[in-house]
Antibody
Framework: QVQLVQSGAEVKKPGASVKVSCKASGYTFTTYDIHWVRQATGQGLEWMGWMNPHSGNTGYAQKFQGRVTMTRDTSISTAYMELSSLRSEDTAVYYC?????????WGQGALVTVSS | DIVMTQTPLSSPVTLGQPASISCRSSQSLVHSDGNTYLSWLQQRPGQPPRLLIYKISNRFSGVPDRFSGSGAGTDFTLKISGVEAEDVGIYYCTQATQFPYTFGQGTKLEIK
């Protein structure tokens, strides 16, 4: 069965970077795009961008341009989302999800807390 | 960016009664390929979202038939024909017609 398993919770200081992983199983990793969505505590959902695991092509929401990088390692069927220059407003649960977007395949979420 | 506006933001419903959530987009969601990429998601506390409806009215596999979607262009509706206790959660509309993909603010469905 299709599964997306994300890395664990992280605590970072303002100005630091965080890299969240999303390991796919149960399907051919390079066949479907991976999207990243975040959700601040008690808030709504926010789409951050997508990556094509086959080509490595990416597309980011303008809000995150220059701060986010989505990459992958096809040898271990894992996608990554790195967010830099972290600020308190980046405290959120970060989800990976698979295409076709929106799908019913989501990671369990990774809580990133930004605090001094 | 396409702005998605949901109403109401909170919906207290009696068990067994119908519920309806509206979603309006700031521009047409009809894609150049002729499809309208408007979907509805349900999120229960502490869980990732779950896909209910895609392309306006297509129920995803395993979704009970009490959920239905309708609409066109910029106005869309999710209906639950008879609310059950397990339907409690937050419902989001989302568009995948144009980047960046965007979501409505969410509608909290609760039991009276």
């Amino acid at each position: 069965q299709v599964q997306l398993v994300q890395s664990g919770a992280e605590v970072k200081k303002p100005g630091a970077s965080v890299k969240v992983s999303c390991k796919a199983s149960g399907y051919t990793f390079t066949t479907y795009d991976i999207h990243w969505v975040r959700q601040a505590t008690g808030q709504g959902l926010e789409w951050m961008g997508w990556m094509n695991p086959h080509s490595g092509n990416t597309g980011y929401a303008q809000k995150f341009q220059g701060r986010v990088t989505m990459t992958r390692d096809t040898s271990i069927s894992t996608a990554y989302m790195e967010l830099s220059s972290l600020r308190s407003e980046d405290t959120a649960v970060y989800y990976c999800t698979r295409s076709p977007y929106p799908s019913d395949y989501w990671g369990q979420g990774a809580l990133v807390t930004v605090s001094s | 960016d396409i702005v998605m506006t949901q109403t109401p933001l909170s919906s207290p419903v009696t068990l067994g009664q119908p519920a309806s959530i509206s979603c309006r987009s700031s521009q047409s969601l009809v894609h150049s390929d002729g499809n309208t990429y408007l979907s509805w998601l349900q999120q229960r506390p502490g869980q990732p979202p779950r896909l209910l409806i895609y392309k306006i009215s297509n129920r995803f596999s395993g979704v009970p038939d009490r959920f239905s979607g309708s609409g066109a262009g910029t106005d869309f509706t999710l209906k639950i024909s008879g609310v059950e206790a397990e339907d409690v959660g937050i419902y989001y509309c989302t568009q995948a017609t144009q980047f960046p993909y965007t979501f409505g603010q969410g509608t909290k469905l609760e039991i009276k």
